[in-house]
């Protein structure tokens, strides 16, 4: 943890992080930086070096301690770019990925590796073991009564020469097996819960935040359907780098990240009436013990997300309607 100045940022909000926010140099803004500056950034947040640098760079002091031997360098073990999306593909028929594919994932990246179910559809991260998203449609067709299968298992779609993540891999290791699309999520059949058990929908996750704010988000989201004739198009996923488990097999990531774009009518194409004034809520919130227990702390915009990740969300929406609602603060 970083020192007292983050103790100081953990209480704050409105006005006050405004009359805190005055340590920050220059043109930068609060808007322009990652979400982690919202709690406690640390090198593990960052895809690269130059990230963190530009953090570092913002503000008058190092508050996240990310110059530790004060060169004026931030988190020198980190590579000193992240890689570009890779190439645009052809567009999903999937109405899970009708908003659009994140990272341009397909089966030609490894690490990067497109799945696309029945049930939602993902990018793999062969040597992370883990997903980098995962995108899904929501409404009232996927709820019933089905019980929680907890059947957990490798998923046999990973091509030949991928790691299988075994449950087992989490057994000892103080993390939950958690969801990104939960199983609350898939309740009209036993096929379509069992879905949500494959491990590559599963990442390390604290307890506190799996059960508590995580958790809350998910019924959150649930409970906007009993207006009627809504859905949810939802995108997660996890980032950055807490260390290993299952013998170096799985990365625990540092930060989760969920938006959900709440579809007044659904249209034929999937896209759903989607505008300017749109519903969205964007969270980005640290994967650690000790954290605030009100989802809503964590409410960020999607810019910040794709600022953080390296991701294009919502990229099939016209790019007007992208400008303006991705850019605004997630406000729940």
């Known amino acids: 943890m970083a020192g007292i100045g983050l103790i100081l940022l953990s209480s704050l909000t409105g006005c006050e992080w405004d009359a805190w926010a005055l340590g920050l140099q220059g043109k930068a803004s609060r808007a322009s930086l990652p979400p982690c500056i919202d709690d406690d950034c640390n090198c593990g947040d960052f895809r690269d070096q130059a990230s963190a640098q530009q953090v570092l760079d913002a503000f008058s002091k190092d508050p996240y301690e990310l110059d530790r031997d004060a060169n004026g360098q931030a988190c020198e073990g980190l590579p000193d770019s992240a890689p570009s999306l890779d190439p645009t593909i052809e567009p999903s028929q999937s109405v899970h990925l009708s908003l659009g594919n994140p990272s341009n994932a397909s089966v030609n990246n490894l690490n990067n590796f497109l799945i696309e179910r029945r049930q939602y559809a993902l990018s793999y991260h062969r040597e992370r073991g883990i997903p980098n998203w995962v995108s899904w449609r929501l409404n009232a067709?996927?709820?019933?009564?089905?019980?929680?299968?907890?059947?957990?298992?490798?998923?046999?779609?990973?091509?030949?020469?991928?790691?299988?993540?075994?449950?087992?891999d989490y057994a000892g290791s103080g993390y939950d097996r958690g969801h990104l699309v939960p199983s609350g999520d898939r309740t009209a059949d036993v096929e379509d819960n069992s879905a949500t058990f494959l491990m590559t929908n599963i990442i390390p996750q604290t307890p506190e935040n799996n059960r508590g704010p995580w958790r809350d988000l998910e019924d959150y989201a649930r409970d906007l359907l009993e207006q009627p004739n809504q859905e949810l198009s939802i995108i997660a996923g996890a980032y950055g780098d807490r260390g290993q488990i299952g013998g170096g097999n799985v990365t625990v990531p540092s930060r989760l990240w969920k938006v959900i774009v709440v579809l007044d009518q659904a249209s034929v194409d999937g896209m759903g009436n989607i505008n300017t004034t749109t519903q969205v809520i964007a969270v980005d919130m640290p994967n650690r013990r000790i954290l605030k227990q009100d989802w809503r702390s964590y409410q960020t915009s999607i810019d910040r997300i794709e600022l953080a990740t390296g991701y294009d969300l919502l990229a099939s929406l016209p790019a007007q309607v992208q400008t303006v609602i991705e850019a605004k603060e997630s406000n729940h």
């Open 141 to 168: 067709d996927w709820l019933g009564d089905v019980e929680r299968q907890d059947d957990f298992r490798w998923d046999e779609d990973l091509p030949e020469g991928f790691h299988q993540v075994e449950p087992e």
